[in-house]
T-cell receptor, first 114, second 112 residues
Framework: ETGVTQSPTHLIKTRGQQVTLRCSSQ?????VSWYQQALGQGPQFIFQ???????GRGNFPPRFSGLQFPNYSSELNVNALELDDSALYLC?????????????FGPGTRLLVL | DAKTTQPPSMDCAEGRAANLPCNHS???????VYWYRQIHSQGPQYIIH???NNETNEMASLIITEDRKSSTLILPHATLRDTAVYYC?????????????FGAGTRLTVKP
């Protein structure tokens, strides 16, 4: 157990809808990163949040957005869902700014877009 | 960040050592080697990381060659629960920039 939690565990949406996924970071961590993992592939970096601001982004369109709150928890929002957005969404927390910067992952939210 | 090359799959007998190779021939001097594993449908689990010295923890050992162009993750006594996809990642530890780039990994199957 890493102490990183995600909700919900599973979600079904239809194309065009919007979805919000949530992540609670491990105690003491100040950074949350989000990843998308399609079936049979490795996780792909979406973006990272540090001090409530986006701090680095992978190759994902603007309809993928996020928030980080003062308690370091985070949300991932996806607008105008497409079928290809069906994936396991992972968040990872870490303590940036120290020598201990290892990312610890949550269990993921599995999103199915119909 | 440097790219890595891993074999797509490997088998190992239960109780034997599992040696998972990773090639990172374009690694830079300030890039670390990280290993994670992912058991089916779970989040990736951190295993170990290192810069240039060999590292050992309760889960595994990491052997990095002297030229740092390759490394080997060693699970000393593999069990059935070690069956997973193992990812080798190289990345710079930058302040305020902590993303990781995963490849396809190695699917390790531990057989009884």
């Amino acid at each position: 157990e890493t102490g990183v939690t995600q909700s919900p565990t599973h979600l079904i949406k239809t194309r065009g809808q919007q979805v919000t996924l949530r992540c609670s970071s491990q105690s003491g961590h100040n950074t949350v990163s989000w990843y998308q993992q399609a079936l049979g592939q490795g996780p792909q970096f979406i973006f990272q949040y540090y001090r409530e601001e986006e701090n680095g982004r992978g190759n994902f369109p603007p309809r993928f957005s996020g928030l980080q709150f003062p308690n370091y928890s985070s949300e991932l929002n996806v607008n105008a869902l497409e079928l290809d957005d069906s994936a396991l969404y992972l968040c990872a927390s870490s303590l940036v700014g120290t020598t201990q910067e290892t990312q610890y992952f949550g269990p993921g939210t599995r999103l199915l877009v119909l | 960040d440097a790219k890595t090359t891993q074999p797509p799959s490997m088998d190992c007998a239960e109780g034997r050592a599992a040696n998972l190779p990773c090639n990172h021939s374009t690694i830079s001097g300030n890039e670390y080697v990280y290993w994670y594993r992912q058991i089916h449908s779970q989040g990736p689990q951190y295993i170990i990381h290192g810069l240039k010295n060999n590292e050992t923890n309760e889960m595994a050992s990491l052997i990095i060659t002297e030229d740092r162009k390759s490394s080997t993750l060693i699970l000393p006594h593999a069990t059935l629960r070690d069956t997973a996809v193992y990812y080798c990642i190289v990345r710079v530890k930058k302040y305020n920039n902590n993303d990781m780039r995963f490849g396809a990994g190695t699917r390790l199957t531990v057989k009884p």
